[in-house]
């Protein structure tokens, strides 16, 4: 059957292909038109629609036409999308497809990549990891903020999160800005060193060394804060433009109060209007303080910064102990306003030099003070004979208010010069440049035209070496013990 179908179907065929050919037009009235049919077949790929129909979208659309039939349709990508073109490689949209055969069309959307800038910036006080930058959409970014000492993380402007570590996922240009606090910190109690120099010179600055000399150091007051009392300073010694502060000290003369206070930390400073005075204190941390210091003679504020000292800060008397021949074992140790410790200086000092002065009674040896002084000091000659017991005269403001701190140390050299007339029975043999000087002295041993006052600690030369004076001193009475010659060094006197 099947087989037969073939033949017949052939037959008709080719019967309607000549018979159309072979019709003369005008004769007879056309045949039925036999129209061909094909299939457009639309599909859209993903990210958008198709469409052939106003209003109407689709992701296939199957339909049959006739032959040369054109088709108008549209691709319609999704949002974030853009339409790529037609699997037949035309890019128009929308295109017109003339039916010709059975079509198979495909549209092609491509996702479209946003960037956007995110940018993010800190107000002082802290810093963010990373400063931003330019990313896809939907990226995501983590910033973390990290305060700097003495701050607080508080927050984001450009986002309302309190965590100091965010991610943001970016969908639009975004600025984000990391916002710090100044933590108020409390000022430690304790002693805290002032350099007033400029503003970055602080950290550098060598606070405490002072194993130098004083004059090496760069400007530094020493003061101590308490929780209401903060500048305490009894004394104040100025060499040049240094200053040094010294808590321990007794005054020397009137000073001044005046208050200041940084929120509900009040402080006071003793001063006198020839020193400088704060105007202004902000804490940087608790160990640093930053001060605006007034200059008053010269009307002239400068910023200032002062340092806790992390170990106590030596004395007035520990500070010039470290000077010079005040570095001495002997000397070192002395404590200036102790008389006893004094004499126990001097007799090791003997001691050193071979000159045994051992039989002194230390103890019941005195000091007494005068209130009107005649002279600086002078011995008391009714204890002139016993060598065994020293006393000796002090002009009693004299001794109250000078250590071991003068430029020459004329609180020790008065006392020695005055054991070396009640211990060493040594007259003023020198008219210079000996602790025995005096202006009636016999002589000048060493061409020295200086007096007693000027041997110093740190001697610019050998006139005026304090040391060199020493030597000679214990030498001289040596020198007239061994060879009998009183009158030499020392004062006749009849004891008997
Ligand atoms: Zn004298």
């Known amino acids: 059957m099947k087989n037969l179908l073939y033949p017949i179907a052939f037959a008709l065929s080719a019967f309607l292909f000549f018979y159309s050919c072979s019709i003369d037009e005008d004769d007879a009235p056309p045949p039925a038109a036999i129209v061909k049919k094909y299939t457009l077949s639309v599909t859209a790929g993903e990210g958008g629609t198709i469409s052939d129909i106003v209003g109407k979208y689709f992701s296939e659309i199957t339909r049959t036409y006739s032959e040369g039939t054109q088709v108008i349709i549209a691709a319609f990508p999704n949002s974030g999308h853009s339409f790529t073109g037609w699997s037949n490689g035309s890019t ?24 956007y800038t995110l940018t993010v910036t800190a107000v002082e006080g802290g810093t963010v990891s990373t400063q931003g930058g330019t ?6 970014v983590t910033i973390t903020a990290s305060p700097a000492e003495g701050y607080e993380f508080v927050g984001w402007e450009g986002s309302d999160s309190t ?133 008053p003679n010269e009307d002239k504020t400068e910023y200032g910064y002062g340092r806790l000292l992390e170990q106590e800060p030596p004395t007035m008397n520990d500070f010039y102990s470290n000077v010079g021949f005040f570095r001495d074992p002997i000397y070192s140790q002395l404590d200036p306003f102790d008389f006893k410790s004094m004499l126990r200086g001097f007799i090791a000092d003997a001691e050193r030099h071979g000159v045994d002065l051992s039989n002194v009674d230390v103890e019941n040896s005195i000091l007494a003070l005068s209130d009107n002084p005649i002279a600086p000091a002078w011995v008391t000659w009714e204890t002139w004979c016993n060598p065994n017991l020293a006393k000796i005269n002090y002009a009693k403001a004299l001794w109250l208010n000078r250590g071991l701190y003068d430029k020459h140390a004329q609180k020790l050299q008065i006392l020695w010069h005055e054991f070396g007339h009640d211990l060493l029975f040594m007259d003023h043999w020198a008219a210079g440049g000996q602790i025995m000087s005096s202006s009636g002295g016999r002589g000048t041993p060493n061409s020295c035209n200086y007096g007693m006052y000027d041997l110093t600690m740190i001697p610019p030369d050998d006139c005026r070496d304090w040391e060199r004076a020493v030597n000679d001193l214990f030498a001289h009475f040596k020198e007239a013990q061994e060879s009998g010659i009183k009158g030499e060094y020392q004062y006749e006197f009849d004891c008997n």
């Open 135 to 140: 990313y896809d959409e939907g990226t995501e």
């Open 163 to 295: 965590e100091a570590s965010l991610t943001v996922t970016l969908g639009a240009n975004t600025t984000l800005i990391a916002l710090f606090e100044f933590i108020p910190p409390e000022v430690q109690n304790g002693k805290y060193a002032l350099s007033y120099f400029s503003e970055d010179t602080y950290n550098t600055l060598n606070v405490i060394n002072f194993e130098n000399n004083l004059l090496n150091y760069n400007p530094i007051t020493i003061f101590e804060f308490k929780d209401s009392l903060v500048i305490d300073a009894l004394r104040y010694l100025r060499v040049s433009d240094f200053w040094y502060i010294d808590t321990n000290e007794r005054a020397t003369e009137p000073f001044s109060v005046r208050e200041f206070a940084y929120k509900d930390l009040p402080f006071k400073e003793n001063t006198t209007d020839s020193l400088p005075y704060i105007t202004y204190l902000e804490a940087v941390n608790n160990k640093v303080i930053k001060f605006k210091l007034r200059n």
């Open 92 to 115: 128009q949209n929308p295109i017109t497809v003339t039916l010709n055969s059975n079509t198979n069309l495909s549209a092609t959307f491509t996702a479209i990549i946003n960037s």
